[in-house]
């Protein structure tokens, strides 16, 4: 395969100026100034169709790279090549004239972002539907809240058609449903064969999106490779080795989470679904031995708090797990949950304690685009009626 | 496009399909006078987005002002008022035959579009820091809008310039064609500066401060207020140097007919721009390269 971005030895390297105070004249002319590299020895291919997710702590030089790739700030050594045309996913409502109305300012951030005055014009009602603004397109944006503000801006960079994207945060866009309905959007390109890089702070985000991934750690890459033994290596990293989910199975731990994967009705791995949806969860484990007695259990939380909203569970008689690859698959027919950001998580246990075998955390996230209007995090089924109290209750 | 140096991945990806997407090579960024060459070529991607913005300036400019786009036309005759006021009634400042108001609003023409592009274009950088440290694009597109909002303005003004030349009954000749290559000169001239002074600002913010000072000295250091033979003939050569001087006192005598062309400050003035333009650009792109990293 070939590709469609390489980095050389990329580095950046910023000017840090230390100010002390400023005894005499001579302080005055010789400034001291000292060099800050934000990025260094930076290496990689992304081919083309792959999607690279680039995670890391904060500070780590992850923005500073995707500014290198789209040439908002020229690096300091090294070589970008870059095939194709290319964009960012980013707000652009900071583009915005608050006295144009919401059309003017498409148009206006659209051709910002290299679009056609003819692509936008042709996408327009697309762009208005995908922001939720309806019919407020020929208002000054200066009358818009500041969700249908950042809706619009982002609208317009989700309707470019680029051969390389690059997406930074977009989990911290709008309200949970608009970043799921980003998501969407960002899978749609990817199986269009667009060539993606991803940066998210979520690993379960990254590992769902992303094929391979890089860890950059104080501007260097720490790690690079396979996208889940990236972020089982980060994992690793910040939790001091606590977290071992992931890897072979050994003589302590018999059977090992491989994944815990989220399918669609169409078989396809997604991390976006729609309330109600029919859903797989994909618990993959690798068995040394055989064990008789095993309870496998995924378990769904909310992103924000964490707290247990429902699982779902082998029976409580225990499954017998044969050496090799299994995979435990819980199909749900109706995606009980509300619009907004779930996590994840999986444990393997003997049937009679416990005390887990392997477990899986943080690292499948599960974005909920739409659904009913409704508070707290369950889709719940439900019928109404009116009538007076002395009456018989008449369903409806 | 430059080929990349391991060919093999090109020609292994097209098999009967030729691989028609552009390759842009990323370097760390080095003074160089062919980038501006370079840079005009990837100029004309991004028509769309001149044209948009330029359209965009010329609509927000009187937006939430009572009197609107009247101001366009307001601005000069105000200038113009008080020159005439002060060089006509209280100064006697000899204009030939030609009515004062004329003869100022006819140098307030180009005057008015050089200052109005010098104004807007130094901050143009800086107040777009939102949109330079998140998007790219080719950012000499953002004073170079500013230029052709001002060359609107400056047409604006130069409508005025012909309604008050019917007014006073003074009808131009022949010559008055030459006023366009003089008017191309200006743009030329405009462009230079403005990019100059942008990319300057980015970095030193007195830029900024000083260019009212500095367009102030201009407004009386040109023949706006009074004809170019009032200036004494001993200081008239460091006078010309002025590049201003060859293009407001040329284009008044072409349009009102007062004379034939003055060569020598005509000449000062294309020297000027021929370098002028060329450095201004090249030392745009080279600021612009790291922009973001200080805007």
């Known amino acids: ?396 | 496009m430059p080929t990349p140096p391991s060919t093999s991945a090109t020609a292994e990806l097209a098999p009967g399909l030729p691989d028609r997407r552009r390759e842009r090579v990323i370097r760390p960024p080095a003074f160089s006078l062919g980038a501006p060459f370079r840079s005009l070529g990837s100029l004309k991607d991004h028509g769309d987005l001149f044209y948009t913005l330029t359209l965009h300036r010329i609509r927000v400019r009187y937006k939430q002002s009572l009197l609107g786009p009247a101001w366009a036309v307001l601005q000069p005759l105000a200038t113009m008022g008080v020159l005439t006021v002060v060089f006509s009634y209280i100064a006697r400042m000899p204009t030939g035959d030609v009515p004062y108001a004329l003869f100022a609003l006819a140098g307030l023409v180009p005057w008015i579009a050089f200052s109005n592009a010098v104004t807007t274009s130094t901050q143009s950088l800086v107040s777009h820091a939102q949109l330079v440290t998140r998007v790219y694009f080719p950012r000499e597109i953002v004073p170079l809008t500013y230029v052709c909002a001002a060359l609107v303005d400056g047409a604006i003004t130069g409508v005025l310039l012909l309604l008050l030349m019917a007014y006073y009954g003074v009808a131009p000749d022949a010559s008055v064609w030459l006023a366009l290559p003089i008017l191309l000169l200006l743009a030329a001239l405009m462009t230079g500066v403005a990019l100059a002074a942008a990319a300057t600002n980015v970095r030193f913010r007195d830029v900024g401060v000083a260019i009212p000072i500095v367009l102030q000295m201009f407004l009386f250091a040109s023949p706006i207020a009074y004809p170019l033979d009032t200036v004494p003939a001993r200081v008239m050569d460091l006078y010309i140097l002025n590049p201003l001087v060859g293009i407001i006192e040329n284009f008044r005598r072409v349009m009102l007919d007062t004379g034939p062309l003055h060569g020598p400050s005509l000449a000062v003035t294309v020297i000027w721009v021929v370098v002028l333009l060329p450095a201004a650009y090249a030392w745009f792109k080279q600021v612009e390269a790291t922009a973001a990293d200080v805007v």
């Open chain 1, 1 to 396: 395969m070939s590709w469609d971005v390489r980095c050389a030895g990329v580095g950046k390297r910023y000017r840090v100026r230390d100010t002390p105070r400023r005894r005499t004249l001579k302080d005055l002319f010789t400034p001291k100034s000292r060099d800050m590299w934000a990025l260094r020895d930076i290496t990689f291919e992304v081919e083309r169709g792959d999607v690279l997710g680039i995670i890391g702590p904060n500070g780590a030089g992850k923005s500073t790279l995707l500014k290198l790739l789209s040439s908002i700030t020229a690096p300091s050594e090294g070589e970008i090549r870059i095939r194709g045309r290319l964009a960012a996913l980013i707000e652009v409502g900071s583009g915005f004239h608050p006295e144009l109305t919401g059309r003017e300012n498409v148009f206006l951030s659209g051709t910002i972002l290299g679009m056609r005055r003819r692509e936008i014009a042709a996408r327009l009602d697309s762009i208005a539907d995908f922001a939720g603004i309806g019919s407020y397109l020929d208002v000054p944006v200066k009358w818009y809240s500041s969700g249908m503000y950042v809706r619009l801006g982002f609208a317009v960079a989700a309707h470019l058609e680029p051969d390389v994207l690059l997406v930074d945060e977009v989990l911290a866009v709008g309200d949970a449903e608009f970043q799921a309905r980003c998501l969407r959007r960002i899978q749609d390109l990817r199986e269009r064969g667009a060539t993606i890089v991803f940066i998210s702070h979520d690993l379960g985000t990254v590992e769902r999106m992303c094929r391979r991934a890089i860890l950059l750690r104080a501007g260097r890459i720490a790690a690079e490779g396979d996208a889940r033994d990236v972020v089982t290596r980060y994992q690793r990293l910040v939790t001091d080795g606590v977290l071992t989910a992931g890897g072979a199975p050994d003589e302590d731990r018999p059977v090992a989470i491989t994944d815990l994967g989220i399918t669609d009705a169409a078989g396809r791995e997604t991390c976006v679904a729609r309330s109600n949806d029919p859903l797989t969860l994909a618990l993959s484990l690798r068995v040394g031995r055989l064990f008789p007695d095993a309870i496998a259990q995924v378990m769904i939380y909310s992103y924000e708090e964490g707290t247990l909203l429902c699982e779902c569970s082998t029976p409580a008689e225990g499954i017998t797990l044969q050496p090799g690859d299994e995979a435990v698959r819980f199909e749900i027919d109706a995606l009980p949950l509300l619009p907004g950001m779930y996590t994840l998580g999986a444990i393997v246990r003997p049937r009679d304690s416990q005390r887990a075998i392997d477990w899986w955390f943080g690292r499948t996230t599960l974005h909920v685009e739409s659904g009913p209007a409704a508070r707290g995090h369950v889709a719940l089924p439900y019928r109404w009626s009116l009538s007076k109290a002395s009456e018989p209750v008449r369903s409806r």
